[in-house]
């Protein structure tokens, strides 16, 4: 349906001039060579109905950049299943809390544009599992401003905005933001939206710790003891595996990895160790995150949690302290489902 002909993606239909004629209307943007980037709805728009029109189908795939593996596995899946994908890149200041490192938050354009590239290029290949490729990013610019809050009031909002631009087939969220699944579903559920969302599973490292664009900043030492994270979620998962169901037993497996990791870490020299804080470890209902005190085995649970890595109190010579010298606080997000036990 599609190949790439000298970088330049060419289709069946003529989707490439259908992306010329909605994106003579945008806004000047340096333009990569096998899709179109996006920066206001119009254009966007006008390609979607084209798109509509040639019985194409879109695959949207949310993002706040800094891309890594567990983006691209999104796309690869929306790939298998749509013909064209739409990528956002935006970061969402309603993510962030009063606290939080939104003007921290990487930014890191070219190479997202270059990954993305990279991606379209290996879709392309003959042996592709399936014919999508990436037709366009959107990649709105933020009009905050203190006057217009209310635009920008939360995840909800903001994805119920990206999806009246894209009007897509398919949405793709990771399971790594599981309170945004929950969010999301229920919103498409509520307001009718005839999107069918699709959630992809957490993309890891080799050791388990789940991807995301904010490991950059971690360093190797807080890198090796935010591993807690996972190994903590793992003993609640292992728990509830054994047969355990209770709240106490469950969540209590996971405290005491947390809590012995932190004392063996505060016994540490200042240049030796890296704090953390446990912001929350939860086990909740699958379909609306409510605490459960026991979990139903027909249903299973959602077991999640947050950890605050502290900045690094003293850096050693040589030391791999990661993006910002270790002086950036990195809160870890993480979590497992609980299947249904039969
Ligand atoms: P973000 O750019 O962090 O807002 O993430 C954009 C999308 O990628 C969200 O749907 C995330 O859940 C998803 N995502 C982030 N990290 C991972 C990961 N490690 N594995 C799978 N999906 C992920």
Redesign the pocket.
Known sequence: MSRLVNGVRSFSTTASSLLADASSASRSVAQPSSFQVFRDVPPLRQLRHQLLKNERTVGF???????????L??IREAARENTDIFVSIFV?PT?FGVNEDLSSYPRTWDSDVEKLEKLNDELGRAGAPGAGQITAIFAPTSKRGGSRPVFFRGVATVCMKLFNATTPDRV??????VQ??VIIKRMVQDFLLGTEVRI?????EADGL????RNVYLGDRRRNVGLTIYKALRAAEDAYLSGKASRADILGAARSITDRVLSEQKALAPSERALFEVDYISLADPDTLDELDLVDSAKGGVLSAALKMAPLEENKPGEDCGLGDGKVPVRLIDNLILQPRA
């Open positions: 795939v949310p993002t706040m950049g800094a891309l890594h593996e567990g983006h596995s999104l969402n993510q793709y969220f990771g399971q790594k933001d945004q699944t992809i599973s957490t993309s890891r789940a991807l995301s664009s």
